[in-house]
């Protein structure tokens, strides 16, 4: 660096920033002051962002460092040269990269040359050369500015980032670097980007290149590339480049790339003299062409990994392609929405109908889509899709896709899985169409049950899955190997589907099975393999009434129960004869309808023609579910034919909302007519799987307990319980004298009453015990019901366990919830009347924490409205007397600081005590605070006396109360204690040997530092740490370490003095540490303000003592405070030893009841009071000194000695004698 008399203004100025001093000689730096953290600010650095190119060889740079980590904070940075006298022919020029958020308005920030001609006051830097704002990275440039305005005139440059950089994590970083006035300036021609134009199947490659001009102006320059260690081709563009502009050039002559490989484009702009930097001339870029298949394709074994590739790799959170070597196949795997493509490698694919053909497997329903593209994924368009592919979970099914191809030529052509469940898919096939008729499904029979006929219909679609348009096409039918009957479709156009009824009906009038066999024979079909389908149909005679069904091993109707699953996806009902252990009701077997994400249910389980009497019958039956999520319905339907079509009586519906858990259906009908009658269930919804069991169609009597109530809830000091039951007749006849009785934990000696009716089919009764149960003692209680008829016919839902109740013992004095053991979460009542959040959670970490451990109570979600949130303690018993009720609690962290943001976090809430934590109107109101922000780790404390006139019962009861907006509120440690007694008597020692036991320290939770007890050297002693490092904190500082609380008067003097170490990592890590003794008169943080002693020695063992006066009566705290500054730095702070003693004090002799007196700490008089002057004698009577208008005198600079105190006030004289040591 050279710089000769700048201040003169004559000389050039030049500064590469490698001198090792920042800001160099003659240069200041200079930002916007904040007293929470240091505001961005200029430093220097040789540890350049990596991301910024162009400039590899500039040492060190000037550097300026905003934003990241979500600070947001206002950036004022000034970077201000020497004074320079500027002579004509002078640029300035300078070397300037950056890399900025991308998330922050243009207008909120920016980076500025600027020029004053009188001082270096912001102010008066009011020309403005160049001001620019930078969306991500700027790459190296070397940027000149004219100067010519100026020649002959003294004037100082400053390079000044200003605005800030939003709340990204990524810090906005900006590099200045080799900053010269001079003679010397020239272009800087760069190339910043280069891009292969084509796709990846196009060996010829258009290449574009942006090139950029930072220096000065230029008329003309000549741009070049090369691909490898190919021919260089150059083209001149004869237009000018002027300063700051940009161009994008597309050279006239194409790239020729090699299929498959990977080429290495290199482009450079030259043809420009004096270019300021020749290192950003060139850019190099890499286009990837990638191989080729033959058109037609076929997929083996040997090309399945190098012919296909998934778009997205294997992760967490994307859907992608994997290939599985367990079943030879791709395997597609979804996740949430997104989608990810199977792609191939370059085709040529002919203009026109192309056929793609696949083997797949699947356990749901779906289709598959065909794209095509150039290997970017959100380019590729759709070219044809699937029919619905049905599930095939257990062998490889086939699928096909006729695709559209609107151009001829190389392209890559990929599959896309229509799937919310896995698929695999192998031996995919890209062919030529062919002529196809595919035999899709059978359509009646419908069900796989059917009454006897003689004349039953036979239906199937078929589909022209071929190229052409088809005619006469001939299809057949046959039954159990029988005569073969035939049809002929009149016509199917290509892709067409058509359903076909043979003319000729099939006679069934026999009972047994019918394997039913339907296909088409077109000649020239090109795959015969999805021709044909198969069903099998059980004819029976209709079944006598009454008709149940337990879908067991030994129930022989149950192969004439029907599932109809309308659209073949893989949800449907099924009987299920030898089930898991605990699904059944009762016996073996259940019916069971199965529930999957992004199916929804429309399927009938329908029973097979019952002969049905005329006259009163009903349906009685079991379900359950043990799926907790979604909302489904079941149904129950009658009708006198089996077509889901025609079932449109609706018998019942019941919300399936019970998990693990039977509950009873039922409905009571009118049958009008002797005949054959259906009867089925239908599932309506999403997410919810049924189990069916007990399934009885008669005309029996049933009286069912449906429900059991309690009037009261689990809580405290309960005396009696009023036990409600609800009975349902579930008969065809009316009920009378019933007996309803309820027994509590089993005793043996249940409540019995009579019900006299009369209760009518269908019918529902409520009743409420005349005899309440006795709940006085504290414990829990079951209650079991039932119901008692002489002609029930089903005792298994005659009994109900229903309700339970808890009885909970009250806590006692002193009370503390710090919410770590979840089995006192039940004790507290939590409600809120605004849709906030108000939990008790045990996992509270980071910004979240607890104060310590990690339960705490919180109250968040406060964007929709005001908060209105109550949250109620369990019941303490409380003696009357005088109390201290404490709480710790803290707010959102980080968040900003500013006047406008602050309203969006603050929190308001309200403590009260409560005998009746329903009714507030005679509570104790203990706190009350409208605006609290507490941004730290470290908790704050509230504590406040609390008087309780008489004995009783009473609640904690806490009110959130906070405006609409973003913050959240977090509580814990909540105590209601006797008010504390001192906890030692002074002269006070501490070793921490064997006295660590009788202190305790704030904040100690897992995010912060905490005191903690060291052995070495056979001495014990305390220690923490802090360590800061890249603008961010390991942990919290450690909170306050108190000692003991002592009973101290009036007029008392304490010193205090501690025996401490601090040590740091480096000599560069000093930034002020030290140890500091508070005192306070209340156990509570922000109440420690009273500076007793501080401790700053660096790195040697040492020694301190204050004194402290004691202003008036009372229990007194002291605490030891760590200090570390948010500066990257290392900090160990060791407390050997700690000791409090009285100081000799002399006070006033008229001092006892007088409104003025005085007290000596040794060192300084502090005056009590009003008072006029206060005059001082030595021991022969010769005045010393006259002091007014002065609370505290120093009079550490007296001779020791006696002296006389003279203290005159309105009324009177106050005198008395002190001892100066």
């Known amino acids: 660096m050279a710089l000769l008399n700048v201040e003169l203004g004559f000389a050039e100025l030049h500064e590469t920033f490698d001198g090792g001093v920042f800001p160099p000689e003659g240069w200041t730096t200079t930002c916007k002051p904040s007293t929470l953290n240091d505001h961005p600010q200029w430093s220097s650095t040789d540890d350049i962002n990596q991301f910024i190119f162009g400039y590899s060889t500039g040492g060190y740079a000037a550097y300026s460092k905003a934003g990241g980590f979500g600070e947001g904070l206002e950036t004022d940075s000034w970077l201000i040269t020497p004074r320079v006298t500027v002579e004509s022919g002078q640029y300035l020029h300078f070397m300037l990269g950056a890399n900025w958020a991308t998330n922050v308005a243009e207008n909120e920030r920016a980076f500025e040359v600027l020029v004053s001609q009188s001082d270096k006051a912001r102010a008066n830097f009011t020309d403005t050369l160049m001001c620019i704002s930078p969306q991500g990275v700027l790459p190296w440039g070397a940027y000149a500015l004219d100067l010519s305005k100026y020649v002959s005139k003294p004037v100082y440059i400053a390079f000044h980032e200003r605005g800030h950089g939003g709340y990204s994590f990524v810090f906005n970083s900006t590099y200045v670097d080799d900053v010269a ?231 890559s052509l990929a599959l896309q899985c229509n799937s919310l469940a896995q698929v695999a898919v192998r031996n995919i096939k890209i062919k030529d169409p062919y002529e196809d008729i595919v035999a899709e499904q059978i359509t009646s029979p419908k069900l796989s049950a059917r009454l006897v006929d003689g004349a039953v219909k036979v239906s199937a679609i078929f589909k022209n899955n071929g190229k052409s348009a088809q005619s006469h096409v001939p299809v057949y039918y046959q039954v159990n190997d029988g005569e073969v009957v035939s049809g002929e479709i009149e016509s199917l156009a290509a892709n067409e589907s058509k359903e076909f009824t043979f003319p000729t009906t099939a006679d069934w009038s026999t009972p047994g099975e019918k394997v039913l066999k339907v296909w088409s024979a077109m000649s020239g079909d090109g795959d015969l393999s999805n021709d044909t389908l198969t069903t099998r149909v059980q004819a029976y005679t209709a079944r006598p009434f009454p008709h149940n069904m337990g879908f067991n091993e030994d129930s022989s109707d149950v192969i004439y129960w029907s599932s109809y699953n309308p659209d073949q996806d893989g949800v449907y009902w099924e009987p299920i004869l030898k089930a898991a252990a605990g699904l059944p009701k009762e016996g073996t077997g259940i019916g069971y309808i199965d529930s999957y994400a992004g199916i929804t249910h429309n399927d009938w389980y329908i029973s097979p023609a019952i002969s049905m009497p005329k006259g009163k019958a009903r349906i009685s039956f079991y379900y359950a579910t043990v799926y907790s999520t979604g909302e489904s319905s079941l149904k129950v339907y009658m009708g006198r034919s089996d077509d889901p079509d025609s079932l449109t009586t609706l018998l019942c519906s019941y919300p399936v909302d019970k998990v693990n858990q039977y509950r009873c259906g039922y409905a009571h009908f009118d049958i009008p007519e002797a005949g054959n009658y259906y009867f089925a269930f239908y599932n309506e919804g999403t997410g919810r799987n049924i189990i069916l069991d007990d399934v009885r169609i008669d005309a029996a009597e049933d009286v069912a307990m449906s429900s059991v109530e309690l009037d009261c809830t689990d809580g405290f000091n309960l005396s009696e319980a009023a036990v409600t039951v609800q009975v349902v007749n579930l008969g065809v006849s009316p009920q009378e004298n019933l007996t309803f009785s309820y027994e509590m934990n089993g005793n043996g000696s249940p409540v019995s009453e009579i019900y006299e009716g009369p209760l009518a089919p269908g019918d529902t009764v409520t009743y409420t015990f005349t005899q309440k149960a006795d709940v006085s003692a504290v414990g829990t209680y079951t209650f079991r019901s039932y119901v008692k008829s002489t002609v029930d016919t089903d005792s298994y839902n005659d009994t109900l366990p229903g309700a339970s109740l808890k009885h909970w013992a009250n806590a006692t004095i002193p009370y503390k919830e710090n919410f770590e053991d979840a089995t006192t979460d039940p004790y507290w009542s939590l409600k809120t009347l605004s849709g906030a959040s108000l939990v008790i959670t045990h996992s509270a970490f980071s910004s979240s924490s607890a104060y310590d451990g990690t339960g705490l109570l919180g109250c968040s979600g406060q964007t929709a409205a005001d908060v209105d949130a109550w949250a109620r303690s369990q019941s303490i018993d409380i003696p009357a007397g005088e109390y201290e009720f404490s709480m710790f609690y803290r707010t959102m962290m980080n968040q900003p600081a500013s006047p406008n943001t602050t309203l ?56 959130c109360y906070s405006p609409k907006g973003n913050g959240c509120l977090y509580l814990d440690d909540i105590e209601l204690s006797p008010v504390a007694e001192a906890g030692t008597t002074l002269p006070y020692h501490s070793d921490f040997e064997s006295n660590e036991g009788e202190w305790y320290h704030y904040s100690p939770a897992s995010n912060i530092e905490q005191w903690s007890a060291v052995t070495e050297g056979g001495e014990t002693f305390m220690q923490t740490q802090y360590f800061y490092d890249y603008g961010m904190e390991s942990k919290g500082i450690a909170g306050l370490y108190v000692a003991p609380s002592v009973a101290l008067s009036q007029g008392d003097s304490v010193r205090v003095t501690i025996d401490y170490e601090i040590m740091i990592d480096d000599p560069a890590s000093d930034h002020g540490q030290n140890l500091t003794v508070y005192m306070a008169d209340k156990d509570v943080p922000d109440a420690y303000t009273t500076q007793v002693v501080c401790g700053d020695v660096i790195d040697d063992r040492s020694q301190v003592s204050g004194v402290v006066a004691i202003p008036k009566d009372g229990i007194y705290y002291f605490g030891v405070k760590p200090y570390c500054p948010q500066e990257t730095s290392a900090t160990q702070m060791r407390l050997f030893a700690f000791d409090m003693e009285r100081v000799n004090t002399v006070s006033g002799i008229e001092s006892t009841e007088s409104q003025s007196s005085f007290y000596f700490d040794g060192e300084r008089l502090h005056i009590l009071g009003d008072y006029i002057e206060v005059t001082l004698y030595d021991c022969r009577g010769a005045a010393t000194g006259s002091y007014r208008d002065e609370s505290v005198i120093d009079l550490s600079n007296l001779s020791s000695g006696v002296y006389i105190v003279r203290l005159l006030t309105g009324t009177r004289v106050v005198t008395g004698k002190i001892m100066v040591q």
């Not at 934590?917 to 730290?936: C, F, G, Q, R, W």
């Open 181 to 411: 006035i001079d003679a010397y300036a020239g272009p800087d021609m760069a190339i910043h980007e280069v891009l292969a134009m084509g796709n990846a199947c196009d060996t010829e490659q258009p290449i574009q290149v942006k090139v950029v001009n930072t220096g000065l102006s230029v008329s003309s320059y000549r741009l070049n590339y090369r691909v490898g260690d190919g021919e260089t081709v150059s083209e001149t563009v004869a237009e000018p480049l002027l300063s700051g502009e940009s161009r994008t050039y597309q050279f006239a002559r194409k790239a020729l790339c090699v299929t498959g490989e990977t080429s290495v484009i290199t482009a450079w702009v030259d043809g420009v003299s004096n270019d300021l930097n020749l290192e950003n001339d060139t850019l190099e870029t890499e286009v990837e062409m990638r191989p080729s298949i033959d058109y037609p394709y076929q997929m083996t074994s040997e090309n399945i990994t190098t012919d296909f590739s998934s778009s997205s790799t294997p992760s967490m959170r994307a859907a992608y392609w994997a290939y599985s070597p367990d079943n030879e196949a791709w395997v597609w795997v979804p996740y949430n929405t997104k989608t990810a493509l199977l792609r191939s490698n370059c085709i040529s694919l002919p203009a026109g109908i192309v056929r793609v053909e696949f083997e797949y497997m699947s356990s749901l329903d779906f289709t598959m889509s065909v794209k095509t593209g150039y290997f970017v994924t959100n380019d590729y368009a759709e070219v044809g899709v699937s029919d619905n592919l049905p599930a095939s979970e257990t062998e490889f099914a086939k699928g096909s896709v006729t695709c559209n191809i609107a151009e001829a030529g190389l392209v």
């Open 904 to 959: 969006s976090y603050v929190q308001r809430f309200r403590v009260y005590l409560s005998a009746d934590p329903d009714d507030m109107t005679d509570a104790i109101l203990l706190y009350d605070n409208d605006s609290v922000i507490v941004k730290e780790k470290h908790y704050a404390k509230l504590s406040v006396p609390v008087t309780v006139d008489k004995d009783g019962a009473y609640y904690i009861v806490i009110n």
